[in-house]
């Protein structure tokens, strides 16, 4: 069973279809709505895997449709759908990780008034991240990426009567937004540049050798080949949609958002798309890499940005408090990884972490829900503590979850995916840093990981919803199951034996490897988990915490370092006493201008203008009014006296007929003999 | 030559199907219908009559094209244009027919106006002298009946008498007129007389021909000096025949002689491009023109009788229309068809408005009409739209209307001759005639009702006719093409 790229716009459809009519059906309608939202994506999930069979068929293919939107002019707006194993691969990801979440959301959401809508957002949101993976179209994508940007700020500030929550979510639609002027402007020049937007268009495609070459052959301000730049205009865009340094402070603030939210949108899939856009224009990210001169390469932007992310993620995660930020901040982190690898040339191993951490993100995120959800919306970890023994089945799952974003070696499938980023970093030539910052992050990881799990779940219960919490029904810990499965078993798609997952990326086969290859380094990351859950271990877990005020044994230390993490570097302030007060300047400055010049420029002319009126109506009534008045009484004279020419007395109409006739034609005679 | 019938017959399937509604018509009141109260009486002859116009209109659609019957009818562009336009425009007329007052004999009234039809669509497509006098004499005698239909009243039995004496001078000057044409070449067909016609336009009996042909065609569409009778006839005879006489009437009657002029007579027209004017019949159609614009114009600003304030108006209409017959022969007659159906519409929509309002009492000065956004509101948003037209407001048909005539008439000699100094005028006039429209509009949607007049209940028939009407000439104002582009 296959299916054609021409038909490729079913799988988007459904959810949309799902989200439609969630909008429609009455607010008690709460089953219905469930069940319209997980069938459509159980659909969308079926056809996924079928296209994923399609496309590994032929993987090195790009099996396109495209269509003409609509012209002006000669010039037509074309768009059109994508199949390749890079599609296929994100489609399945995509609509599993939301199937699975949208089930636990039944179980989570059960209490809110707002069920169906929550299940409307979630589906519009399911069927624009769909839309940007199988769209051919750089157009088409922004298009499908602005509706994910708008669902996510939907479903943040789902909970709008809560002040943070909204807030969160303006934050959120805003930083993102500047990134997204930056890929617009991109995306305006590209169009610009080669008159095309589509992806693979039969040799025209803006990702096809013909048009790269002649982007990288131009160069435009500083020295930079325009393939450079738009290549960077391209990355703003991903830079805040996937919570990079320096737009990445929108993300932890999301979490405000119900936990399916944050799990799948804020953590599995959206936040992604970034890595994800990256990955598809990789053809034009790496089109410079053949210049020689050129002052700087689009990838190690890329990498540097993603190296900083990585260490700066992973170094806040550690001071915070909430489960949901630690998460968060980690997600930050890992994405930082991603970015990583696509900057030093391995897109393939940025789209292996991509897909094996949106499985164990999802995990962690819904067992941190599950959590929140038993202790009574909870989520500050001082508070909780012991839940380990009262909810198994979440605490195991965590610990798979927690495992593998650690990347304990060999079983867990994060492992796997950063050890090949790991690698790919050290093979890069152009500098050790991002290599270096990564395997600081590793460490960190570890531990904020282990600090995390040991807070939760052991010692004893410090408050009466961490004592009166209890398993969650099955329908929160299934997905929980069926997630921690995949966290385990998707990393055996792509070990250095066995690198399956990698060959049919990118359609040649990979030569395989030991699976110590590289010892020296895999030695040493080993070493570097070890450390990290090690020194964890050590302070928080061989001794919980007592109580609730008890303080942090990291504070205790150095509390200036803590506390500087703790308030998240204060990126926030800082933000606030630059860019929010030089606005706040510009505004001052904007409303002194308008107030006192502006303002009394349209006074004086006001008063101009009324004045010029005075005059005009004393003219007016003096002069041009009597004359006026004179002259429509002489018109309606004339009427009159026209009218009492009519008498009314047949005769009379008849002797006129009869002139008229004479005049004319002795009229026409005397025109005709001149 | 052989005739043939059988064309004829497929040709003039919708004359055919005019006469046998009428005579359905007459038949079913006599029988059927004989024991139904007038009002009732009235609508199913209204919607009988309906009928039979929207088949003969289906046949018309479907009719034949080009010359039939050895040439004596012709069947083009502007032909099956004004064909459909007038029944269109009498479809409204049998609306407010339904509406009014319901005369002592419905049915008579429905069937005479289906037998004017009748004359208006064969005027339509005539192109033979004897036959087109025929049309409109089957036509005007019609017209003379539905004017003094309501014969107890004095003013409609007078309106009725003045029409037929006015009416029967100007038949006999045509028929006059088409004798001498006949003399003159020998032929009744409009192309013959073309081609025979004596070279020199300067030919006195020529001259006195053309001069006759162009009384009857003043009176025909109310031009002035042959206007006299339309503020009597406006004024007096029952609301239903005033819309005929005042849209479907005056389409055909433009139909007919801009075809008669510029098929049977091109080579006498002359030219009014540019001064010294040459002779023909162009400077005396221009000198009617210019006369009726000002007789129309001026004549209006003093009325207090809203009929007659219509009378004079539809005057003033002629006139700027004949702007439009002057360029139809270099230009295409698209302009003055797209003028004189829209105009009809926005007419015999005001008419009907009036045929309403007059259930609840009379309705002659334009003071009857205060308050009516009060009484009734969509008789006063119709009434708008209608008067707004009248004067030319964009984005309504009649300012395209007079858009096309006026600038096809620019393109004769531009602003150099007197066709360009008469469209000066047109539109100089027009401003003045928002004055008259105006006064309409304040009384209708401004003034205060008298306090004694109730809510106007508008029947089904006429509230479909009349909005149906209000949406043409909106439609028709925002795309004109629809209608310039119909066959």
Known sequence: MTISAHNLWLIPLLPLLASASCSVIRRRGRSLAATFAILAMAGSFILSCIALRTALLSPASHLTSNFTWFGVGDYAVRLGWLLDPLTAFMCVMVTLVSLLIFIFSIGYMKDDPNFKQFYCFLSLFAAAMLGIVVANSLLLLFIAWELVGLSSYLLIGFWFHKPAAAAAAKKAFITTRIGDLGFFMGILWLNNA????????????????????????????????????????????????????????????????????????????????????????????????????????????VAFIGAITALMGACIAVGQNDIKRVLAFSTVSQL???????????????????????????????????VIHAAHHEQDMRSLGGLGRRMRVTFGTFAIGMMALSGVPFVFSGYWSKESILHAAHEWDVSSLPFLMGLSAVVLTA????????????????????????????????????????????????????????????????????????????????????????????????????????????????????????????????????????????????????????????????????????????????????????ASDELRLAGKLYSQAQTGETHGYLRVLAIGFVVLAIASMLGGSR | MSPDYAGLFLALRPEGALVLGALTVLALDLSVFRRHSGDLRMALAAMLGGIAVIGAGV?????????????????????????????????????????????????????????????????????????????????????????????????????????????????????????LLYGLTGSIDLPEIASRLPADPRNPLLVVAFVMVLVAFGFKV???????????VYEGAPTASVSVVASASKLAGFAFFTRLLWVGMPTAAGSVAALPVSAGWLPALAAISLFSMLVGNFGALAQQNIRRLLAYSAIAHSGALMLGVMAAGEFGSAPVFYYAATYGLAASGAFGVIAVVERTGPCQKISDLAGLHRRSPLLAGCLGIFILSLAGIPPLAGFFGKFYVFATALRLGGLAGPAGWLVVLAIALSALALYYYLVVLKQALVADPDPEAGPIKVPILAAIALVTAAGLVVLFGVAPSLLLNLP
């Open chain 1, 194 to 301: 080669t008159g095309s937007l589509l992806f693979y268009d039969g040799g025209r495609g803006v990702l096809e050798p013909g048009s790269l070459a002649g982007l990288a052959a131009q160069t435009t301000v500083g020295g930079l080949a325009v393939s450079t730049a738009i290549g960077l205009l391209v990355f703003c865009g991903a830079i805040g949609k996937s919570g990079q340094f320096p737009l990445h402070v929108w993300l932890p603030d999301a979490m405000e958002g119900p936990t399916p939210v944050s799990a799948l949108i804020h953590a599995a899939t959206m936040v992604a798309a970034g890595v994800f856009l990256i990955a598809r224009v990789y053809p034009l990210m790496t089109a410079d890499l053949g210049l020689a001169g050129a002052p700087v390469h689009a990838l190690t932007v």
């Open chain 1, 336 to 370: 930082g990884y991603m970015m990583i690898a696509l900057g030093v040339g391995s897109w393939v191993a940025a789209i292996f972490h991509l897909l094996t951490h949106a499985f164990f993100k999802a995990l962690l995120f819904l067992g941190a829900g599950s």
């Open chain 1, 447 to 630: 531990f904020y990981m282990t600090r995390l799990v040991a807070e939760v779940f052991f010692g004893k219960a410090r408050s009466a919803s961490a004592e009166h919490a209890h398993e969650n029904s099955g329908v929160m810990t299934v997905p929980l199951v069926i997630l921690a499965v995949c966290a385990v078993g998707l990393g055996f798609l792509g070990t250095p034996a066995w690198p399956w997952l990698q060959s049919q990326l990118t359609g040649s086969t990979m030569p395989a490897h030991s699976l110590l290859e590289g010892g020296g380094l895999t030695v040493l990351s080993i070493v570097l988990v070890s450390v990290g859950i090690g020194t964890g271990w050590a302070l928080y877990a061989r001794h919980p915490r007592q109580t609730e005020d008890v303080q942090d044994p990291l504070e205790r230390a150095a509390p200036g370092a803590f506390g500087f993490l703790a308030a998240r570097m204060r990126f926030d302030e800082l933000y606030l006493a630059t860019f929010g007060r030089a606005n706040g300047y510009i505004a001052a400055l904007a409303d002194w201008l308008d107030r006192r010049v502006v303002g009394k420029i349209v006074e004086l002319a006001g008063r101009m203008s009324q004045s010029a009126g005075r005059f005009n109506r004393e003219a007016d009534e003096e002069g041009l009014n009597t004359g006026f008045n004179a």
């Open chain 2, 59 to 179: 046949l018309t659609w479907m009719g034949p094209h080009g010359s039939v019957f050895g040439g004596s009818l012709m069947f083009d562009r502007l032909a099956i244009t004004t064909r459909l336009g007038v029944l269109a425009l009498v479809l409204v007329s049998l609306g407010i027919a339904s509406a009014s007052r319901a005369p002592r004999n419905a049915a008579e009234f429905v069937a005479v106006i289906l037998f004017a039809s009748c004359g208006f669509t064969l005027m339509a497509a005539a192109q033979q002298l004897l036959l087109g006098f025929l049309a409109i004499e089957l036509a005007s005698l019609s017209l003379y009946v539905l004017a003094g239909f309501e014969k107890t009243r004095p003013t409609s039995a007078e309106a009725g008498m003045k029409y037929f004496l006015f009416g029967g001078m100007a038949a006999a000057f045509l028929l006059f007129g088409f004798s």
């Open chain 2, 222 to 232: 109310a031009a002035a000096p042959f206007h006299l009778w339309a503020p009597d």
